[in-house]
């Protein structure tokens, strides 16, 4: 029996698009050139969001096989600490050909956080911020963060970069 080749844009049987986790895992589970043609078949949107998936390990692999202003706009446009542990993954010559090609602003936010070590609490904490109030339930809270994740991509996309978060919170 000949497998059929994976195509990330192929619907399962049943017709629906695999999801995003499922998509990374696929993913991962190929070469980095594979996996970069892979990423560069997807709309824009969906391949930023596979790309901030942790189950997609070999991200910075793949992004490095991609040409370099498309890498860019991918990492620009990915939260800032999985763009961060993407880089750090990466080794120096992709790394170092990426970032001066990023925006200023993400640039600065992305070399800021290259400097903390993996293991320390900044290399640890993230820079999303959710505020709440005291006075909304355990229920209310969930439905905002993922209120707020799911409009981060838009507002990321939509603003060019220019909507990235760069406050630090635990």
């Known amino acids: 029996m000949t497998i059929p080749p ?9 017709g629906h698009l695999p999801s995003i986790a499922d998509l990374a895992e696929r993913l991962d589970g190929l070469g980095p050139r594979a996996a970069a043609a892979e990423l560069s ?8 969001l596979v790309l901030d998936r942790s189950e997609f390990g070999s ?3 793949a992004l490095s096989a991609l040409p370099t202003e498309r890498a860019a706009r991918l990492l620009r446009d990915m939260s800032a600490d999985r ?5 750090l993954a990466m080794e120096d010559d992709p790394r170092s050909r ?5 925006e200023p602003e993400v640039r600065d936010d992305l070399s800021r ?21 005291c006075t909304q339930s355990v229920a209310q809270t969930l439905d905002h963060i993922l209120e707020v994740e799911r409009s981060r991509l ?16 635990t």
Do not use: I
């Not at 994976?6 to 049943?14: E, I, K, N, T």
């Not at 078949?41 to 930023?48: I, S």
């Not at 290259?114 to 709440?132: H, I, K, N, Q, W």
């Open 59 to 61: 991200a910075g692999e």
């Open 98 to 102: 990426l970032l001066p090609v990023l």
């Open 41 to 48: 078949r997807l709309p824009h949107e969906r391949a930023v």
């Open 113 to 133: 956080l290259l400097r903390y070590r993996p293991d320390s609490a900044g290399g640890m904490m993230t820079t999303e911020f959710v505020c709440v109030t």
């Open 83 to 87: 763009a961060t542990d993407v880089l």
């Open 6 to 14: 994976f195509d990330a844009l192929a619907s399962p049987p049943g």
């Open 154 to 169: 838009t507002t990321s996309s939509r603003s060019n970069g220019a909507g990235r978060r760069s406050t630090r919170s």
